[in-house]
């Protein structure tokens, strides 16, 4: 790791919790993927945090923050817009594609910022009946394997 960067994951105990595993998969590979971008395109401080917690009443909640370049609010909508993107090497379809994953789960996938040079937030929510469509199970540590 570089300098100055910084990754924290806090996990609850997903033991329990089945979930599409290709479909979550490729929504934290965007996500993560496109927190490392607006870090590396901004000037402060580089630190990216994900956040899975767990509730037998909520289900599964992940939060992605990263302290990158930000999102100004005539963009938080439209970024998850089939083809939008604000990167000059971006195609637009990472958070278009998890969007309807999240909501194929059931779920949803929403994004906040408090504008340019304030970093970003984006939310993965899938309810607590995940439990019950057991696809594969898919613990903290087996999120971030590759291949």
Not at 26 to 52: F, P, W, Y
Not at 125 to 138: G, M, N, Y
């Amino acid at each position: 790791a570089q300098r100055g960067n910084r990754l924290v994951v806090e996990a609850a105990d997903l033991a329990s919790a089945f979930v599409d595993a290709t479909k979550l998969r490729q929504i934290l590979i965007n996500l993560i993927t496109n927190a490392k971008h607006a870090i590396k395109e901004g000037d402060g401080k580089r630190e990216l945090v994900a956040e899975l917690l767990w509730s037998d009443t909520d289900g599964l909640t992940i939060h992605i923050k990263d302290s990158g370049v930000g999102i100004g609010p005539e963009n938080l909508d439209r970024v998850f817009n089939h083809g939008f993107t604000s990167r000059r090497d971006g195609h637009g379809f990472g958070l278009h594609s998890s969007a309807i994953a999240a909501k194929e789960m059931g779920g949803s996938l929403v994004g906040n910022s408090e504008g340019p040079g304030c970093g970003a937030v984006f939310t993965v929510k899938l309810p607590a009946s995940i439990r019950a469509e057991v696809h594969e199970d898919v613990g903290a540590s087996a999120l971030f394997r590759h291949g």
